[in-house]
Nanobody, 127 residues
């Protein structure tokens, strides 16, 4: 059974950095498109970053240049490096895994493309 276990969230000052990790079991990270999503109170869930099976990436416009999604095949782990954090980045962050090798640019940040979800890890950015 597929499980996604997230870690790395916490509280940080604006301008700081965090690295989120998502360790997968029953699923091969290198073989599928995966993503990070977030949801703040009172707001809808939004795609933050995604990476396809062949390594193509997409980012929400507001995080481009600050966030980097990557995967480590040997550790079967997905990462989200978050730099220059802003107060508006505060949200619960979720790791998501799809059943597709490749998702096109118009699809990879859409939550309905993903089958498996982690439990979420809280990121809080203060000024």
């Amino acid at each position: 059974q597929v499980q996604l276990v997230e870690s790395g969230g916490g509280s940080v000052q604006a301008g700081g950095s965090l690295r989120l990790s998502c360790v997968a079991s029953g699923y091969t990270v290198s073989s599928y498109s995966m993503g990070w999503f977030r949801q703040a109170p009172g707001k809808e869930r939004e795609g933050v970053a995604a990476i396809t099976g062949d390594g193509s990436t997409s980012y929400k416009d507001s995080v481009m240049g600050r966030f980097t999604i990557s995967k480590d095949s040997a550790k079967n782990t997905l990462y989200l490096q978050m730099n220059s954090l802003k107060v508006e980045d505060t949200a619960m962050y979720y790791c998501a895994a799809s059943g597709s090798w490749y998702l096109g640019r118009s699809r990879r940040l859409a939550d309905y493309e993903y089958t498996y979800w982690g439990q979420g890890t809280q990121v809080t950015v203060s000024s």
